[in-house]
C-alpha cells in the first residue's frame, strides 16, 4: 500500500503560469518532507523541504505548503518555465529514520 | 561538483544472465540506497547500507539480488539470474546519515531482459 501518494501522473501549464502538483500521505508518523525534480536519463535531484514544524517554506520560485490535518503537501512553481518540464517526486520520512518513502512521480510539462 | 558514479548506464541481456550494476558514491558520505524505478512502482527501496553494513534489504528479492560494498568507493547489485521483468531503470543514492540530509542520486542504470 503506498504511503506517499502522487494522485496525478501528468500536469500541463503554461508558461508563466502556477504549477500545483500535489502529494498525499497515509503515516502520521512521517514528519520530514521532500521534493525531488527529475529530467530524462539523469537521476532525481533534491529540490526543496519542509519540517512539520513548519506549514510553508519558500525558495525562489518554489514553495512548498504542508498541510498536517489534512496529511497534503503541494508544490508551488510560480511563475512556470519550460526547464521546469520534468517528472516530481514527493518523499517523505519519519522521526529516527533516514529512508524517504517516495511517491511515483508527477510529470509535468511547462509549454512555451 | 561531486556526483554519484554509476556504471554501466545502459545494460542489454538476455534472461538468464548475470547482471552487475555498480555504484561509486560520493566521497565522504556514509550511506549508499539502491532504487529501482518502474511505471507502476516510481522508485521502489531495495537496499539500503551506512558504513558498508547492510541495514535494510527487505524490498530486494532475495533470490536472484545481492548487494555489496567491498569498500567504501563501490558498491554493488547483482542479479543472477536475471528475468525480463527485471527490465527498470536502478538508481544508486548516497549522503550522509545526518538527519534530514537528502539523498545524492546517480544518473541510473537502464536495463533490459530480452
Known amino acids: 500500500d503506498q504511503q506517499v501518494k502522487q494522485n496525478s501522473p501528468s500536469l500541463s501549464v503554461q508558461e508563466g503560469r502556477i504549477s500545483i502538483l500535489n502529494c498525499d500521505y497515509t503515516?502520521?508518523?512521517?514528519?520530514?518532507f521532500l521534493w525531488y525534480k527529475k529530467y530524462p536519463a539523469e537521476g532525481p535531484t533534491f529540490l526543496i523541504s519542509?519540517?512539520?514544524?513548519?506549514d510553508k517554506n519558500e525558495d525562489g520560485r518554489f514553495t512548498v505548503f504542508l498541510n498536517k490535518s489534512a496529511k497534503h503537501l503541494s508544490l508551488h512553481i510560480v511563475p512556470s518555465q519550460p526547464g521546469d518540464s520534468a517528472v516530481y517526486f514527493c518523499?517523505?520520512?519519519?522521526?529516527?529514520?533516514?529512508?524517504?518513502?517516495f511517491g511515483r512521480g508527477t510529470s509535468l510539462i511547462v509549454h512555451p | 561538483d561531486a556526483r554519484v558514479t554509476q556504471t554501466p548506464r545502459h545494460k542489454v541481456t538476455e534472461m538468464g544472465q548475470e547482471v552487475t550494476m555498480r555504484c561509486q558514491p560520493i566521497?565522504?558520505?556514509?550511506?549508499v540506497f539502491w532504487y529501482r524505478q518502474t511505471m507502476m512502482q516510481g522508485l521502489e527501496l531495495l537496499a539500503y547500507?551506512?558504513?558498508?553494513?547492510?541495514?535494510?534489504d527487505s524490498g530486494m528479492p532475495k533470490d536472484r539480488f545481492s548487494a555489496e560494498m567491498p569498500d567504501a568507493t563501490l558498491a554493488t547489485l547483482k542479479i543472477q539470474p536475471s528475468e525480463p521483468r527485471d527490465s527498470a531503470v536502478y538508481f544508486c543514492?548516497?549522503?550522509?546519515?545526518?538527519?534530514?540530509?537528502?539523498?545524492?542520486f546517480g544518473d541510473g542504470t537502464r536495463l533490459s531482459i530480452l
Open positions: 518523499a517523505a520520512s519519519d522521526r529516527g529514520s533516514y529512508i524517504p518513502t
Open positions: 519542509i519540517s512539520s514544524i513548519k
Open positions: 503515516n502520521s508518523m512521517f514528519d520530514y
Open positions: 543514492a548516497s549522503g550522509l546519515d545526518r538527519m534530514r540530509q537528502p539523498q545524492h
Open positions: 547500507f551506512r558504513n558498508r553494513a547492510p541495514l535494510d
Open positions: 566521497l565522504g558520505h556514509n550511506t
